[in-house]
Nanobody
Framework: QVQLVESGGGLVQAGGSLRLSCAAS????????MGWFRQAPGKEREFVAR????????IYANSVKGRFTISRDNAKNTLYLRMNSLKPEDTAVYYC????????????WGQGTQVTVSS
């Protein structure tokens, strides 16, 4: 059974930082590109960041570039998202996802973790 379990969300003031984690089980984690997405109330889910299976390549949405850092530890089967300089508009449920075929179509999704940034 595949599980992606996010953690680390919470309430933070604008300008603060959080680190999200996504623990993977039931898959060979090192074989998957991984991504972070978010969905704010009343809005569609949007891409945040992506990292290749090796960790050598990363991509970011323009809205988070320079503030967020995606990383992974294949030995721990864990994906991370370090979020700095948080803004109220970063408030959303954050999801991690796994892409086996590296074609941008994600095979598995986590249940999400809430991030709320107060002004």
């Amino acid at each position: 059974q595949v599980q992606l379990v996010e953690s680390g969300g919470g309430l933070v003031q604008a300008g603060g930082s959080l680190r999200l984690s996504c623990a993977a089980s039931g898959i060979t984690f090192r074989n998957y590109d991984m991504g972070w997405f978010r969905q704010a109330p009343g809005k569609e889910r949007e891409f945040v960041a992506r990292i290749s299976w090796s960790g050598s390549s990363t991509i970011y949405a323009n809205s988070v570039k320079g503030r967020f850092t995606i990383s992974r530890d294949n030995a721990k089967n864990t994906l991370y998202l370090r979020m700095n300089s948080l803004k109220p508009e970063d408030t959303a449920v954050y999801y991690c996802a796994a892409d086996r075929t590296t074609n941008g179509v994600y095979d598995y999704w986590g249940q999400g973790t809430q991030v709320t940034v107060s002004s």
